[in-house]
C-alpha cells in the first residue's frame, strides 16, 4: 500500500500534469498522454494500479544552442504504469567536433513497497523548474498500452 507520504506526492505529480505540461501541450496525441497519466495516477493514487492499461510518460525538455555548432537538451520526465512510478532526466548535447551524448538518470521511483526518495524528487523537481523557465520549453510524451 502506498504510504500517506508517497499519496502526497502522487497529487504533487496530478498538479505537474495539469499545471505545466497540460498548458504546454500542442497536439492531440499530447493531451491524450497527459489525460492518460492523470488518469493512472489517480489508479495509484487509489490503490487500484493493477487497473492500468498502458504505461505512459509525459515530461518537458528544453532545447537550446545552435545547431551548426553546440546543441544542449534537457528532459525532465514522469512515467506510470502498473507496476512503478518513474521520476527521471535526460541530457542530450551535440557539438560539431564531438557529435553527440547523452546522460539518463533515474531520481526516484515508487511502487507497491517502495517509496520516492526524497532526494530524487527535490532534484527532479530543481530541474523541472529549470526546464520551465525556458521559453523554449516543449511537452514530451509517449505512450504505449500493455
Same mark, same amino acid.
Given at each position: 500500500?502506498?504510504?500517506?507520504?508517497?499519496?502526497?506526492?502522487?497529487?504533487?505529480?496530478?498538479?505537474?500534469?495539469?499545471?505545466?505540461?497540460?498548458?504546454?501541450?500542442? *497536439?492531440?496525441?499530447?493531451?491524450?498522454?497527459?489525460?492518460?497519466?492523470?488518469?493512472?495516477?489517480?489508479?495509484?493514487?487509489?490503490?487500484?494500479?493493477?487497473?492500468?492499461?498502458?504505461?505512459?510518460?509525459?515530461?518537458?525538455?528544453?532545447?537550446?544552442?545552435?545547431?551548426?555548432?553546440?546543441?544542449?537538451?534537457?528532459?525532465?520526465?514522469?512515467?506510470?504504469?502498473?507496476?512503478?512510478?518513474?521520476?527521471?532526466?535526460?541530457?542530450? *548535447?551535440?557539438?560539431?567536433?564531438?557529435?553527440?551524448?547523452?546522460?539518463?538518470?533515474?531520481?526516484?521511483?515508487?511502487?507497491?513497497?517502495?517509496?520516492?526518495?526524497?532526494?530524487?524528487?527535490?532534484?527532479?523537481?530543481?530541474?523541472?523548474?529549470?526546464?520551465?523557465?525556458?521559453?523554449?520549453?516543449?511537452?514530451?510524451?509517449?505512450?504505449?498500452?500493455?
Amino acid at each position: 500500500m502506498t504510504s500517506a507520504r508517497g499519496l502526497t506526492h502522487l497529487e504533487d505529480l496530478i498538479q505537474f500534469a495539469r499545471n505545466d505540461v497540460l498548458p504546454l501541450a500542442a *497536439t492531440a496525441s499530447e493531451v491524450q498522454a497527459v489525460g492518460e497519466f492523470w488518469e493512472a495516477i489517480e489508479l495509484w493514487n487509489e490503490g487500484r494500479e493493477d487497473n492500468i492499461e498502458f504505461n505512459v510518460s509525459i515530461g518537458v525538455y528544453c532545447k537550446e544552442g545552435d545547431p551548426k555548432d553546440f546543441l544542449e537538451h534537457l528532459h525532465v520526465d514522469a512515467r506510470v504504469s502498473d507496476s512503478a512510478v518513474e521520476l527521471s532526466t535526460l541530457r542530450r *548535447t551535440w557539438t560539431k567536433e564531438d557529435g553527440s551524448d547523452h546522460h539518463s538518470e533515474v531520481l526516484a521511483v515508487l511502487t507497491k513497497s517502495k517509496t520516492l526518495s526524497d532526494y530524487g524528487l527535490a532534484k527532479w523537481n530543481e530541474l523541472l523548474a529549470e526546464v520551465l523557465r525556458y521559453d523554449s520549453c516543449r511537452v514530451s510524451v509517449s505512450r504505449d498500452h500493455l
